[in-house]
């Protein structure tokens, strides 16, 4: 396998001035072993963003070292199109050390907060009309998934026996009501706050945080990787992919979640309205919504059995989620009322 891929792989080596000696296949990551060392080598059909290794030097260039650079081609090209595939190298990096997974999540809290600090840019309101037709677009589109929902449950109810799913979502769909109502008045308050400011933030976001992208060098030192979709956006939106993949899994008090988010913010205070609006999007039931969708529409050839695993796997993300976030609506009321206390003593 090592010789055939050798093969396979050399004439991208070649743009690099590279002689592969052998190679280990890790899905769509290659181990390349050269004649100037070890290299990784990532290969992707499609990317959101080909422009991603500019971002990367840009980070680089604004002193933030703590991403995998992607290693140009002697022509000077970080992309390499070849066989319908686009690949581009960098430095073989390991994603495990010795140290406790949750030190590990909370170095890479540390980095991506330190990230999002060397790119901000803050954008007057003066100059755009941003968060005015952002509430207005996500006012409406929430409208009409509770539209949806409501809907779906009316039908159900009407019928004489229900499915096991239509059974389970009215049985579910009250506390989905109100998660929906919650997360929509935290979203009035962030529209409220952001109108008195008078501005918000944008950072350069990774896209895709995940615990197995963040590589470690011979010296324990993490580094951020997989920027194939980075944007310019929120910092919220780092942190909402990251939390919907951690707590979609079986019901579970996620209390080091919260001390994550917490180290987060220790390099990179969030604003309060970037509070409001993280919490906004966190609380909606999404999940739910595409669940009932996909179930109404039946485009995925799936059992009954299946569609019920499956609302029953999108209500439990969705409880984790409350947990998670009342954790931080508690701290912001300590915080309140603490401040508070101080400013009364003064």
Request: charge should be neutral; aromatic fraction near 16%; hydrophobic fraction near 30%.
């Amino acid at each position: 396998m090592g010789e055939a891929n050798t093969r396979n792989y050399g004439p991208i080596l070649k743009q690099y001035k590279l002689e592969p000696h052998f190679i280990e296949e890790y899905r769509n990551v290659k181990k390349v072993f050269t004649n100037k060392g070890v290299f990784a080598l990532k290969s992707a059909r499609k990317i959101s963003n080909t422009q991603f290794p500019s971002m990367i030097q840009m980070l680089y260039q604004k002193g933030f070292t703590r991403v995998v650079p992607i290693i140009p081609t002697i022509d000077g090209s970080y992309l390499v199109f070849q066989e319908n595939q686009y690949h581009y190298l960098m430095p073989w990096l390991n994603n495990s050390i010795v140290d406790e997974r949750d030190d590990r999540h909370h170095l890479l809290f540390k980095e991506l907060a330190k990230m999002h600090q060397y790119s901000l840019n803050e954008i007057q309101q003066a100059k755009t009309n941003d968060i005015y037709h952002h509430y207005e677009n996500i006012t409406k589109q929430w409208d009409e998934r509770d539209g949806y929902l409501e809907s779906f449950v009316i039908e159900s109810e009407k019928k004489w026996y229900m499915s096991p799913f239509e059974l389970l979502f009215c049985t579910y769909y009250h506390e989905i009501s109100l998660a929906s109502k919650y997360a929509r008045s935290q979203l009035d308050k962030w529209y409220e706050l952001s109108e008195e400011t008078k501005s918000f933030r944008t950072v350069l976001t990774n896209g895709k945080v995940s615990i197995t992208h963040f590589l470690f060098d011979e010296h324990g030192k993490g580094y951020l990787s997989n920027f194939e979709k980075a944007s310019y956006a929120s910092p919220i939106n780092d942190l909402i992919s990251f939390y919907y993949r951690t707590l979609k899994t079986f019901p579970i008090l996620c209390d080091d979640c919260f001390g994550w988010f917490q180290t987060y913010r220790s390099h990179f205070p969030l604003k309060e309205e970037e509070i409001y609006l993280f919490l906004s999007y966190l609380t909606y039931p999404e999940p739910i919504y595409r669940c009932v969708q996909n179930y109404k529409n039946k485009k995925e050839k799936k059992s009954e059995q299946e569609y019920v695993r499956l609302l029953q796997k999108a209500y439990w993300l969705n409880k984790n989620i409350e947990y998670f976030s009342m954790k931080i609506v508690e701290e912001e009321q300590r915080k309140k009322d603490q401040e508070a206390a101080e400013s009364h003593t003064e």
